[in-house]
Structure formats: C-alpha cells, structure tokens
C-alpha cells in the first residue's frame, strides 16, 4: 500500500496542511476558483522542476526543440501554485493528450500537482463532510474522481457525501478487546463450559482473528456504517477545558444504512497477558510506513502482520468497502496507561528507552489518527471509578491526561472500566471532576439494547455498548447481537464454549 493513499502524509507538514484550509472561506463559484493551500513540497518539486528543464535541456525539448507549448503549461502550473490544482491538472491533462510530449521534468511536475491535489482534496473534503457542508464535499470529491478513478479514499468521500437522509433511529455501539492471535495460547488451558456464567475470563472477553473477520462481513451485509462517536455530540468546553455544554448532532447518512460505533478496549498490550491470552505485542509501522501489529508466535519468531488485529483488518477491510464508513470513520480505541499504550512502555521518564518508546508511540498515534481512528480514555489504572474514592479517582484522571492524554491528544469520551459509571447526575463528585477535565461522553456495558441519553441539563451524554466475547455464542447471549451478526456463522471453529 502506498501511504500517499491515506491523506498525502508527504506533500507539508501536518499542521501546514489538514486543518489548515477549507473553514469557512470557500469561494462562491468554487468550481471555478476553489483554492487549496500550496505545500512547500509543491512548490519546491516546481523549483527542482524547471531548473532540471533549464539544466537538461537548455530550455529545449527532446531534440533541441523548444516545448512549443511551455508558455500555456507554465500558465496553467501557476493555477497550481495558486491553489487551484483542479484547474491546473484539466489545463495540463489538455496538453498532454496533445502529439507534441512535453520534456520528462514536466511530466514530474503533472505527477507532483497531482499527488498535492489527492492529499489536500481528501483532506478538505473530509473536513467539510465533518462540517456538514455536503454538496461541496461532494463537488470536490467528484473532481478528485476524474483524476483517481479507482481510488478508495475518494470512493469513501463520494459515497459520505451524496444521497444523506437524516437518521433518528438507534445508534448502535460494540466493544472488542484486542484480537487472540494465538488460539494455542489463548485458548490453552481452558475446558469448554456449559454455561455463559462459568465462562473464563478469555473466552469471555475475547475473539479470534476469523471470529472478527466474520464479525464485519456480517455488519456489512446487514447495511451497518461505521460512524465516529464524535459525529453524535458536540461539546462546549470553558477556557480551562471543563465541560459546560453538550448537545445532540444531527445525523446524516447515507440512505438504508444504520449507525454502528466500534471501540476497542485496553488496546495496551498488558505485558503479563500477551502470551496468556494469544495477543500481539505492539501496533508498529512497518517498512511501508503502514500500521501493523508485532508479535511473537509461539515457536519464537517475529512477526509483522497487517491482517491479525483489529485496527489493521477493519483499515484494509474499508479500503475493500468504501461503503462500510462514513468519511473513513473508524474505531475509538480505550486506553489506559499503567502497562503500555499500543504496547509502548511510556508512563516511565527515567526509564532507558523512554525515548525511543514515546517517539514510537507517537508515531503509531499520528498514523492511526490519519486513518480515522480516536481515542478515548479508559481510566489510568483501570480503577472501579465507581467504587473509587473521590481522591482516587481525580487522580487516576490526572495520571492518565499526564501520560496518555498528552500523547493522544485532546478526547471527550471516558470508557468506564468495568463499564462502572459514577453516577447519574452532575451533584456527583467524581462526575464532575471527569467533566471539568474535558469529558462529556461516557460509555458502559449493557448488552441488551443499545441507549444513547443525553442529560442535557447535567452537560454529559452517556452511550451503552454490546461485548463482542464469548457470551454470545451462549443462548442467553445471543440475542444481544443476532440483530446485527449470525452467530453460528462468525464462531470461530477452535472456540471452546459451549460444547458442541
Ligand atoms: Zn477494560
């Protein structure tokens, strides 16, 4: 895969680009005169460019003849430098369907525009669906199509963007854990029960690798769309970052399909639990720059794969369907941060490697961000918030913005561990000390129907979810998720429980 598919990562920096543009001051007659912010990269590629011409050629083409038509093609560049990469890459698609071939060193620069065109045109357009400015969206993603028609990104956009209907019905949210890998591993030692209740804690809490895989064809084929849980709610913060407002978003989809939320919990990779429970390591880049998962198989040998965890198959599995993701929403991963995030080992400054491991962690945060995933916190200790003292839990809070907070970046949304809320209302001590460090979304754990409330007068929304585990394999779990998966066909053939 090349990593320019995911968002032009290579044409400026980050804060340069993205959020840079697209906010409010689109032209009226943008078809004509839309502008996209000019990255250095471009304009160096186009500096590198004509000097390559000058010194090549001597400012003639192949045979010494001068490019007949430099003075259009270097008019229609400029477009380009200008923002207007749309109108410069029709001008020049123009000359070159023409008998007489431009020098090679323009060429690159046709291949340059292009490239800055795709990463800043999926940028902005995603941000304007965010926006709910669909009908540009889709205008722009219409004019990325011309130029990438097979490309999956702007398939996303097009698809996130045209034909919206309003939903008002459930919004479903489910929850995984990290994949077993290693059925040999995670499964071992394990009798197969009877009964839901009697089930281990690895069987309850877990799935396989094909049990997942199973999990999102079935979700496909049953018209569900990834949405991201920040597309619910909008938050309204004071000027320390406490919540003091919340409010309900409308909700736009694509028409007959239904709302799903995915999160993944303790995402950390638990030292004492990879072999226990059969799971990878760490999420890296590999050589590519692309995410994968590190681990090592029972026999000792490393592996790199793309294909064994949830982050890696649901990112290839919406390349594959463009349609199974509102603007390339994907999962909120719930971190904690006593024994690792993504498996880096970060909560320790004086650690030797500590370095090197938050450069990691860092790295494997951005990439993950620029394909769509969130974050959310899961506590830092995984504390019973609940059962917490006020004092516990302001400072689990504390520890957990301090380490992972300050890596991942700003979030609203609070998994309770345990799926353990604090309380109802905001009289609530330890409510009130999650609200005033920037929360305003909480989640729990409740399997039988999906709920979503907003306690508007209290300033939080608070969102139940489904296990994706064991117990719904069981009678009594089944009917949690039948609505949404068949069971008998996404049980993995290795699970234990129950019998069969
Ligand atoms: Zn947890």
Redesign the pocket.
Known sequence: MDSRRYGGNGYGSQSNGGRGYGGGVAPRRRRVRRRLRVGPTLLLVSAVAAMAFFFAFGGFGKGGQPYIYEDEWRAAVELADEGLHYQALTKLGLLLALPEAPPAAFLAEFEAIKAEFYGRGVSEAGMLISQGKFSEANSLALELEEFFPQDPRVANLIFSSSGLVRYSGAIEHIFFHPLMVYAELGWSGIKPVGSQSALDTREQELITVYEFKKILENLYANDFVIIDINMIYSAVFDKDGGVIGVTEKELWLPKGKKPLVISV??INYYQNKLSLNGWNWKLILDEAGELAAYSKAPDGSEVVSRDNEIVTILDSFVLAHPDFSFNNSKGCL?L?GYDGVLGWRIKDPAAANYAEELAGCREVVAKLKENGWTFAS?GYA?IDMNKATYEQAVSDTERWLEVVGSVVGPTSVYIY??GDNVGWNNTNAKLQALQKSGFAMFCGVYNVQPGLWFFNKHNYVFQERRLMGGPMFFPGGRGWVEHMIDVDDVRDPARPSPPR
């Open positions: 919990d303790d719930a904690t899961h995984h561990p345990y």
